[in-house]
C-alpha cells in the first residue's frame, strides 16, 4: 500500500527466499571477495563477445539464484530484470531461457533496487507467488556503450568511476524467510546541472539525499531506525556530498551510512573514485548485506541504489545528467 | 548551504582537482620518450639502409605506429595513456592506439560493419580537422605567394 507520498509498505509480507551474486575476477579480489556465489576468473567470463559476458553473469545469478531458493523453474511467476545496455540487451536475452513472464526495467544503476521494488509490489499484491529480480552489469560493455574502447589510452580524471563486473538475483515471495522486504521509496528523477559523465557521484548526490529524506519522512522514521544505509555508487567523491547535503536538512548519516561501490573494491585496484553499475549495489546487497542480516549482524537496512541517467548522444548536445534513486528497506524476520 | 542553484559551485571541493603539475611533468617525460625512440628509429634506418633524414621519416612512423598498435593489443597503452596522458595521447602513437582500440573492440560486429566501420571513430575527427588545417594553411599560402609574387 502506498505510504506517504513515494513510498510503498509491504504489509501482506513480502520476502526474499534467497538471493545469488556473480562477480568478475577484480571484484573477486575485493574486500567482499568471499560473498560472492561465483566468480569468472576472467573478465571474458567464458563469452565469445562482451556482451555475452554480460549474458553469462546474468543467466548464471539468475540459475543460482533458482537452485538455492529450491524453486521449481515452472512455478516462477514473474522476472523483473534490467541492465545497463541499450534496449535491456542483457536482461532480455537471459529471459529467453525461462518460460515466465518478463518485465524488463531501466534506472540506470538503480535497476538492481528498482527491480526488486516493484517484484517486492507484485507479490504484495498477491496476484504472484514467486517474482525473481535481477540486474547485470559490466566494465567492458559500459564503457563500450557510455565511454571509449577498453584499450583506448584516454586519462580518466580521479573523479571517474569503474564499472562492477556482475550481476545479482533475489528471488522475492510472500513465503516466509528470514530476510523480508519491508517497503521501498521510488525516486524522483532530479538533475542539479551535472554535465560531467566521468564525475557521476557529484551528479548522483541529490537524487540520493532526496530519496533518504522522503523516505524518512514517508515512513516517519530516523535515521537511528536503520543500523546501515547504504547507497549504491556514489564514489568517493558523491558520498560526503551526499552527507552534507542531508546534513544541512538535519539529517546525520555519518555513522549509518557507506557506499557500495567504496565496499567492493581495494584502495589499490585502480578504479578512481570508486565503482558503479548495477551490479555495484547488487553485488553487496545480495551478497554481504543478506549474510549480515541473516546472522543477525544487521536487523535493518536502507539500499538505495542510485542511477545516472546518462545518454552519450545527449551529453554531446551539452544536456545535463537526470539522476534518480530508489530506496528499498531489508528487515531481519523472525517471521519463519 | 548546497542547492540546486548554486550546486555547481558549492560542490567544488569535493572533486578532487587533477595534479597539473605532476601531469605536465609526466606527459613531458613520456611524450619526450617516444620521441627519443622515434629519433632512434630515424638513425637506425639512415646507418642500416642508407636512407636520407627525409626517406627515414616514413618508416619510423610505421614503425612506431606499429609498436603502438601491438602495445593496444596486449592491453599496454591504455595503462600508459592514464599515467602519461597527452604525453602518449599527442604523438603518432596515441593517433594509432584510437584505431586499433577501435578496431579491437568492435571486432565482434564483423569486418566489415564491425572493424572496418568502427576504427576511425575517434581518429575521423583527427583526420578531418588535419586536412582541413592542411587546405587552410595551403591556400593562405598560395595567396601570400600570388600576392608577395616571389
Given amino acids: 500500500m502506498k505510504q506517504g507520498k513515494q513510498s510503498w509498505l509491504f ?52 540459475n543460482l539464484c533458482m537452485e538455492k531458493s529450491g524453486i521449481r523453474e515452472d512455478a516462477l511467476d514473474l522476472i523483473v530484470s534490467g541492465d545497463l545496455l541499450n534496449q535491456n540487451v542483457t536482461s532480455n536475452y537471459v529471459a529467453r531461457d525461462y518460460s515466465s513472464s518478463m518485465l524488463c526495467v531501466f534506472g540506470a544503476c538503480s535497476t538492481s533496487m528498482e527491480s526488486l521494488a516493484i517484484a517486492g509490489s507484485l507479490i504484495n499484491s498477491q496476484d504472484n507467488q514467486f517474482a525473481l529480480a535481477a540486474t547485470s552489469s559490466h566494465y567492458a560493455t559500459a564503457e563500450r556503450q557510455f565511454r571509449y574502447p577498453t584499450e583506448y589510452g584516454g586519462q580518466k580524471p580521479d573523479t571517474a568511476t569503474s564499472t562492477v563486473t556482475g550481476a545479482g538475483a533475489a528471488l522475492v515471495s510472500s513465503q516466509t524467510s528470514h530476510i ?9 528523477v532530479i538533475d542539479y546541472g551535472a554535465q560531467d559523465p566521468l564525475d557521476m557521484g557529484s551528479a548522483m548526490a541529490p537524487a540520493a539525499a532526496n530519496t533518504i529524506l522522503q523516505h524518512l519522512t514517508d515512513f516517519n522514521r530516523e535515521v537511528n531506525d536503520y543500523d546501515l544505509i547504504l547507497t549504491g555508487d556514489l564514489s568517493s567523491v558523491g558520498t560526503p556530498i551526499l552527507k552534507k547535503i542531508l546534513y544541512q536538512s538535519g539529517v546525520d548519516i555519518e555513522t549509518v551510512h557507506d557506499d ?77 | 548551504m548546497i542547492t540546486k542553484d548554486n550546486y555547481q559551485q558549492s560542490i567544488k571541493p569535493y572533486q578532487p582537482k587533477p595534479n597539473l603539475i605532476q601531469n605536465c611533468i609526466k606527459a613531458f617525460v613520456v611524450g619526450g620518450l617516444i620521441c627519443v625512440v622515434g629519433q632512434g628509429l630515424t638513425v637506425l634506418y639512415m646507418e642500416m639502409f642508407g636512407f636520407t633524414a627525409k626517406e627515414a621519416g616514413n618508416p619510423t612512423i610505421t614503425t612506431l605506429i606499429l609498436i603502438a598498435a601491438i602495445l593496444t593489443g596486449f592491453g599496454v597503452y591504455d595503462k600508459l595513456g592514464q599515467f602519461a596522458g597527452a604525453g602518449s595521447a599527442v604523438p603518432v602513437t596515441g593517433f594509432a592506439n584510437s584505431i586499433a582500440s577501435a578496431a579491437l573492440e568492435h571486432k565482434s560486429e564483423g569486418l566489415v560493419l564491425g572493424v572496418a566501420t568502427n576504427m576511425f571513430k575517434l581518429a575521423g575527427s583527427v583526420i578531418v580537422f588535419g586536412t582541413v588545417a592542411a587546405y587552410v594553411v595551403g591556400l593562405i599560402r598560395f595567396t601570400a605567394q600570388t600576392i608577395l609574387g616571389s
Fill in chain 1, 260 to 336: 557500495c561501490g567504496l565496499m567492493i573494491y581495494h584502495q589499490d585496484q585502480n578504479i578512481f573514485a570508486g565503482g558503479s553499475g548495477c551490479a555495484s549495489s547488487a553485488l553487496v546487497a545480495y551478497g554481504h548485506v543478506i549474510q549480515q542480516l541473516r546472522s543477525g549482524n544487521l536487523n535493518r537496512v536502507l539500499v538505495v541504489a542510485t542511477g545516472a541517467l546518462l545518454n552519450p548522444t545527449m551529453m554531446q548536445q551539452k544536456e545535463s545528467i537526470p539522476c534518480i534513486a530508489h530506496g528499498v528497506v531489508l528487515k531481519r524476520s523472525d517471521a519463519i
Fill in chain 1, 11 to 62: 504489509q501482506n509480507g513480502v520476502y526474499i527466499i534467497d538471493t545469488a551474486t556473480v562477480s568478475g575476477p577484480k571484484e573477486k579480489q575485493g574486500p567482499l571477495g568471499s560473498t560472492f556465489d561465483y566468480s569468472y576468473e576472467k573478465l571474458h567470463c567464458d563469452g565469445k563477445t562482451w556482451e555475452q559476458a554480460e549474458q553469462n553473469l546474468l543467466s548464471k545469478a539468475t
Fill in chain 1, 180 to 188: 523480508q522486504v519491508e517497503g521501498a521509496t521510488i525516486g524522483q
